[in-house]
């Protein structure tokens, strides 16, 4: 007997716990793991928490997590803020945050006795998937877009995994994946739908809170695509939250391009209009149709959150100032996350004495290079 099973955040049903079950059978969204009340904690990194493993000896690690919460004080003078601090997750193994999900997603994968599996990625996380794939010998079929940065293309490639090059929109690509994992029955693992990639990146939670001794940040800002970080830290800061070890919720706000923006529009009650898509700087987060995308709004209303959209000109900008004002070189995703602080901060959402964190989410090495 396991410790959890898959549910339905929509219908409650449950599930038993594979690789296989991504979706409600009932109503199609997308599963998460509820644990029994008496479920064991792992220990990940210096922290223990939950996992979705039925043996502790199960885990993979490259030494992902632990990053280092650094303040910012260039940036905060440039969005108004007294106290800003980014957590630099490119400072994991494959440089960006993604490894935290793909050691927990891909441990259950091995642990499943699975062999083979299909991604879909804009190109961190399909390198983060592949690395740990190796570590696990599992074979790795990644689908990247053909506009993905050479720089990841060429990193998932050197782990091994077999690169699937797609023309067309990211969202082309994961219709690719699907098709190829249905036809020649490989287990989709897609870091998007998987309940167990979440169950990863709750460790951010865990590690920002510990670094505050023991305080929460009032706010936490992500760059937000599918909303993998910020869905799985909502599930942390959860964890402590009914545990006791923090007396307040962070206010979570998710940050997206103009070019590409179905969950600010959500956030304001509105559908986007994914045939205004355009292309953006920003390719992390460039998901027209989020398979968690109710989940994410949900959980930015349940925290008192909010979602604004940026203009590529004040990513690069932010980008190039990250990096001469602070020693932060950050790829244009991951620099999103300020140009939209600074509207939060003109918004009067962000006040200017709370305490900010900022994701910093992947490596300025990695993605087409500034000129
Ligand atoms: C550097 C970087 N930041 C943020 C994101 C967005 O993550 P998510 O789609 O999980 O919200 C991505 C996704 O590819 C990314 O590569
Ligand atoms: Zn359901």
């Known amino acids: 007997m396991t410790h959890f099973v898959l549910r339905c955040g929509r219908c409650d049903r449950r599930y038993a716990a594979d690789m296989t079950t991504l979706a409600c059978e009932h109503c199609g969204t997308p599963l998460d793991v509820a644990y029994d009340a008496s479920a064991p904690r792992y220990l990940r990194g210096r922290h223990d928490m939950p996992l979705p493993l039925a043996d502790p000896a199960s885990a993979l690690t490259l030494g992902e997590g632990d990053t280092p919460l650094v303040p910012l004080p260039a940036i905060a003078t440039e969005v108004g803020l007294d106290r800003l601090l980014g957590k630099l997750e490119f ?39 592949s690395a740990y794939a190796a570590r696990s010998g599992i074979k790795a079929h990644i689908f990247a877009p053909a506009t993905a940065p050479a720089a ?14 797609i023309e ?30 979440p ?54 706000h998710a940050v997206q391009s103009q070019s590409v923006m179905p969950l600010v529009e959500g956030m304001a009650g ?33 925290t008192g959150g909010s979602a604004v959209a940026v203009l590529d000109e004040d990513i690069l900008g932010m980008q190039r100032l990250l990096a001469s004002g602070e020693g932060v070189f950050a ?41």
């Open 199 to 252: 169950e990863g990146t709750k460790s951010f939670a865990y590690e920002v809170v510990d670094q505050l001794d023991g305080l929460p940040p009032d706010h936490v800002v992500f760059p937000v695509g599918n909303g993998g970080l910020l869905l799985g830290a909502y599930a942390g800061f959860r964890e402590l939250l009914e545990w006791g070890h923090i007396g307040d919720m962070p206010r979570l």
């Open 91 to 129: 400072v994991n193994p494959t440089g960006s945050y993604k490894d935290r999900g793909a050691a927990v997603m891909i441990a259950v994968a091995r642990e499943q006795g699975i062999t083979e599996i299909v991604e879909d990625s804009s190109g961190n996380a399909g390198a983060a998937v």
């Open 168 to 197: 067309g929109s990211r969202d082309d690509t994961a219709d690719a994946a699907v098709a190829y994992s249905r036809d020649n029955k490989i287990v989709y693992a897609s870091h998007a739908w998987s309940p167990y990639f």
């Open 331 to 371: 790829e244009p995703t991951s620099a999103a996350a300020f140009a939209g602080l600074k509207l939060l901060v003109w918004d009067g959402v962000v006040e200017r004495g709370g305490l900010t964190v900022v994701a910093v989410t992947g490596f300025g090495l990695k993605d087409k290079l500034p000129e």
């Open 152 to 165: 990841k293309v060429a990193q998932i490639r050197i782990y091994g995994a077999e690169v699937h090059s």
């Open 270 to 302: 509105r559908e986007w209009d994914s045939s205004t898509a355009t292309t953006t700087v920003a390719g992390g987060i460039s998901v027209v149709a989020p398979v968690r995308g109710a989940q994410v709004i949900d959980t930015l209303r349940a």
